[in-house]
């Protein structure tokens, strides 16, 4: 099995026993607000999935496969939120088996799974922008270190990558109140986070054609 098909496991199993906490947490006799706050994740999955995920597709030209991976996207901070309340308010032992301290801790760290997968999108961004930056080269010659830098500063640095999040239009604010709204860096995330998602499922093969397309895309929407 390929590295990145490992990976896209790992993400996978956490984003499966986020969904089965969240009906378990349903189950358990929240506060309303907290049953609430989970039926408007859900409410908001369903949409990512009918809206958001084929936007992103439009403009990349990936086709998504495993739309679970998008709660690392788009709901870290509304999932995150849900499961703090939660070890903050514990209910008391009924006739279900509650949650207990593990699983909620897990839970919480979705805040870094987000981080994560984040930090692999930067990772092969970077090599799809040189992949992509030295077939513009003339074949026998070596581009210097310097152009690189620059070019992948056009691309992939908050504000370019933040540019090109707002291109896709997606209504992409807090269901959950008191959350902030994504700013500039937060933006940039979110699109590294993407094509983190892109690597997991496609490999370094999948990021220097999505990053094109993207570029293309952009330049259309101006």
Known sequence: ?????????????????????????????????????????????????????????????????????????????????????????????????????QDLREMKEVTEDRQTLAYIGDAVLETGVMASTWSLQETRKIPLSEFLHNERN??????????????LKLDDTPIIANLPPENDETKGSSMEAVFGIIFLEGGLDAVEPALQNLKKYYERTK
Not at 154 to 167: G, I, Q
Request: net charge positive.
């Open 154 to 167: 056009k691309l992939v640095e908050n504000e370019p990558l933040s540019r090109f999040w707002d291109s």
């Open 1 to 101: 099995m390929k590295f990145h098909a490992i990976m896209a496991r790992s993400f996978l199993g956490k984003a499966d026993r986020i969904k089965q906490n969240l009906t378990s947490l349903k189950k358990e006799g929240r506060t309303q607000k907290s049953i609430d706050d989970i039926s408007n994740i859900e409410k908001r999955f369903e949409r990512i999935k009918e809206v958001y995920i084929p936007s992103i597709k439009t403009a990349t030209g990936h086709e998504f496969l495993n739309p679970d991976l998008f709660f690392f996207v788009f709901l870290y901070k509304e999932i995150a939120m849900v499961f703090n309340e939660a070890q903050t308010n514990p209910v008391k032992p009924g006739g279900i088996e509650l949650l207990n301290s």
